[in-house]
């Protein structure tokens, strides 16, 4: 069951179980959709894409794995079930499939996951699809302890894709990162994923046929140096956010950097740990 196990592989976080049903909530008011972390994003309204990007949205379902089928075999029929609709979306985006280059953008205040792709390593990258995110806990911050519900923000890439018995399908983060375990002390935490299930510990949760097309789209990337990344930010608003006496500013004015070479060339920047634990975009 998989209820039974969600305590065991967020250990960044302590929540009570989940209730037995997996059926999908409501989406919330417009109030209740702040930036509190249980909800999901509303279908009625979808942010207007950015000049120039090609996007399909893509909410959450109610569609639900079957927990009968073999986790050895799980990966093989979600690429079976999928395909055709992610080569569909590439397609449609006039991206090559398998694409060479695969990055997963994430905002946490917008409850929305970009999966931006490009035919040629190092070629500029277009925008394959958008998904609402299901569920995201925490608040707008980096994940600094083990249990402080923090989805991290900084950037990443995918370790690895794995069947799981709790959450269908996941992809493991690469937190904590260098800067992570600089600034997160001797317990930043860990085992931050993307994963299925639509319920969320300190992770990022999709609904299960979402979280199908995910795979389908990260394990398809093969030979050297192949790689999903993967940007959190807290918000598009990032400009606006750094404006403000948060304490994390400074963090933020450093995300922003990465961001908004992002938005003016389209392709995939070098982001490294510089001096004092800060992020530093290199050449």
Request: proline share 10%; net charge negative.
């Amino acid at each position: 069951m998989r209820s039974l196990a969600l305590f065991l592989l967020c250990a960044s976080c302590q929540l009570p179980a989940p209730p037995a049903s997996r059926a999908i909530p409501p989406p919330p008011t417009a109030d209740a959709a702040a930036l509190s972390g249980e909800h999901v994003q509303p279908t009625s309204e979808a942010p207007a894409p950015p000049v120039g990007a090609k996007i399909t949205t893509r909410m959450p379902t109610s569609w639900n794995g079957d927990d009968s089928e073999p986790l050895a075999e799980r990966g093989k029929l979600a690429v079976q079930r999928r395909r055709p609709v992610v080569e569909q979306l590439f397609d449609d985006a006039d991206v090559k499939f398998p694409p060479a280059e695969l990055l997963l953008r994430a905002f946490k205040a917008e409850k929305e996951l970009e999966v931006w792709a490009s035919s040629a390593r190092g070629g500029e990258m277009t925008r394959v699809a958008t998904y609402g995110i299901c569920r995201i806990s925490g608040e707008l911050g980096p994940k600094r302890r083990e249990g402080d519900l923090q989805v991290p923000e900084g950037f990443y890439r995918i370790d690895y894709f794995w069947p799981d018995p709790s959450f269908w399908l996941s992809a493991k983060v690469s937190y904590p990162n260098p800067l992570d375990k600089q600034l997160g002390g001797g317990a930043p935490g860990g085992d931050i994923m993307i994963h299925g299930d639509c319920a969320s510990i300190g992770c990022i949760s999709l609904s299960d046929e979402r979280m199908e097309e995910l795979w389908v789209m990260g394990t398809s990337l093969t030979g050297p140096g192949a790689a999903v990344s993967v940007h959190i930010f807290p918000t598009r608003e990032l400009a606006t956010l750094t404006e403000t006496d948060s304490p994390h500013r400074a963090f933020w004015q450093d995300l922003r950097l990465a961001y908004d070479g992002f938005e003016r060339d389209r392709r995939l920047p070098n982001v490294g740990v510089g001096f004092k634990g800060r992020y530093e975009l290199r050449d």
